[in-house]
């Protein structure tokens, strides 16, 4: 299938910080991505709908100002987690879908970013 | 999009089929059922998905009732490896194509 990649794989920040997590869709081109996040032992959880050129559609109760989703490229989109504070620690997962495709087509998944805030 | 229920954990033998079941009682006439699982730590990783017809391919079969309300994944020959969360959604095929994820099944293959 389609390779879907996140870039870092883990990561650790200082509380305050900032984090950018990337993910590129390596050969397919992606008109829309999607963001979740995972805390432990629960389910996926979809943050938001990042479309390519225009700004992203967040989920109810996600603040745009502190997850901040560019998608510059059809085969890039950047997540960046502001003020990183320890409560945002989590594991956070992109997915993409072949724009290519029909509309009955699968989407697939990155294998996830770990964040830590310390 | 329909929301889907499924029973909190399983466990199978290895070497016997695994059949997970799912139940989407709302779903509408231009939605798909999709099937993933998440080992642990991982991102989901596409298993199958289908319309109405069964499907099958090398991973596993999916069958779907007649009237399309819930639906089966069956792994034919578990292995440890098949360990996983496994997520049954419900999508369409218009608008933004996003994913719900419900609460899935925790598979537990035991040797």
């Known amino acids: 299938g389609a390779v879907v990649s996140q870039h870092p794989s883990r990561v650790i920040c200082k509380s305050g910080t900032s984090v950018k997590i990337e993910c590129r869709s390596l050969?397919?081109?992606?008109?829309?991505m999607f963001w979740y996040r995972q805390f432990p032992k629960q389910s996926l959880m979809l943050m938001a709908t990042?479309?390519?050129?225009?700004?992203?559609?967040?989920e109810q109760g996600v603040e745009k100002d502190k997850f901040l989703i560019n998608h510059a490229s059809l085969t890039l989109s950047t997540l960046t987690v502001t003020s990183a504070h320890p409560e945002d620690s989590s594991f956070y997962i992109c997915?993409?879908?072949?724009?290519?495709?029909?509309?009955?087509?699968?989407?697939?998944f990155g294998q996830g970013t770990r964040l830590t805030v310390v | 999009d329909a929301k889907t229920t499924q029973p909190p954990s399983m466990d199978c033998a290895e070497g016997r089929a695994a059949n997970l079941p799912c139940n989407h009682s709302?779903?509408?006439?231009?939605?798909?059922v999709y099937w993933y699982r998440q080992i642990h730590s991982q991102g989901p990783q596409y298993i199958i998905h289908?319309?109405?017809n069964n499907e099958t391919n090398e991973m596993a079969s999916l069958i779907i009732t007649e009237d399309r309300k819930s639906s089966t994944l069956i792994l034919p020959h578990a292995t440890l490896r098949d360990t996983a969360v496994y997520y049954c959604?419900?999508?369409?095929?218009?608008?933004?194509?996003?994913?719900?994820f419900g609460t899935g099944t925790r598979l537990k293959v035991l040797a």
């Open positions: 997915s993409a879908r072949d724009r290519a495709q029909r509309g009955n087509t699968e989407a697939f």
């Open positions: 050969d397919f081109q992606a008109t829309t």
């Open positions: 990042s479309n390519e050129g225009s700004k992203a559609t967040y």
């Open positions: 709302t779903i509408s006439g231009n939605e798909y």
């Open positions: 289908g319309l109405k």
């Open positions: 959604i419900v999508r369409g095929t218009s608008g933004t194509y996003k994913y719900i």
